[in-house]
């Protein structure tokens, strides 16, 4: 009776879905070109640029239907995202996934951010974080609105605008 019920249990937990973080690893993150890591060091990312991203990982068991995610959160207007087609792994073979955020140029400059790198399937998922840091672009100048004096406008005559 008891090797029956050892047989059951064996079959019943061989028949559980395997997490997705017993498939694959994120071995490595490399963001704008630096070496990424989990700790407190943060990587500077200037306001309206593209960061790219490369993201390497390790299969450690055979896995389809995975996706990658980077994805920015605190930004009120809309998502900083980007998520990879489906793909598969197999064990230990490494694989590159190359992601694109784009910052935009209002986004709270000076602040920190955390950078999410998520790696999911339908079942699970697995997630890594790492902190950026956002500042301006120097010596840039955003035009928010012009004040003209006189408001009238006459061809020839000069226009004074204040900034």
């Known amino acids: 009776m008891k090797i029956k019920t050892l047989s059951l249990?064996?079959?019943?937990l061989a028949l559980l879905p395997i997490s997705i973080a017993q498939n694959v690893e994120i071995t490595k993150v490399e963001v704008n070109g630096i070496?990424?890591?989990?700790?407190?060091?943060?990587?500077?990312?200037?306001?309206?640029?593209?960061l790219p991203i490369k993201v390497t990982l390790k299969g450690l068991n055979l896995a389809?239907?995975?996706?990658?995610?980077?994805?920015?959160?605190g930004y009120e207007y809309d998502s900083i995202d980007y998520e990879t087609e489906v793909f598969e792994v197999e064990p230990n073979v490494l694989y590159?996934?190359?992601l694109t955020l784009e910052i935009p140029n209002d986004i709270s400059a000076s602040d920190d951010y955390t950078l999410h790198i998520e790696v999911?399937?339908?079942?699970?998922s697995i997630e890594n974080t790492y902190i950026i840091?956002?500042?301006?672009?120097?010596h840039e100048l955003n035009v928010f609105d012009v004040l003209l004096r006189p408001n009238i406008v006459e061809a020839g005559r000069p226009v004074f605008i204040t900034v």
């Open 9 to 12: 249990i064996v079959l019943f």
């Open 35 to 50: 070496l990424a890591q989990q700790s407190n060091n943060a990587i500077f990312v200037e306001r309206d640029s593209e």
């Open 64 to 73: 389809d239907n995975l996706r990658v995610r980077a994805w920015i959160g």
């Open 96 to 98: 590159k996934k190359y």
């Open 120 to 124: 999911f399937d339908d079942d699970s």
């Open 133 to 138: 840091k956002l500042k301006e672009k120097r």
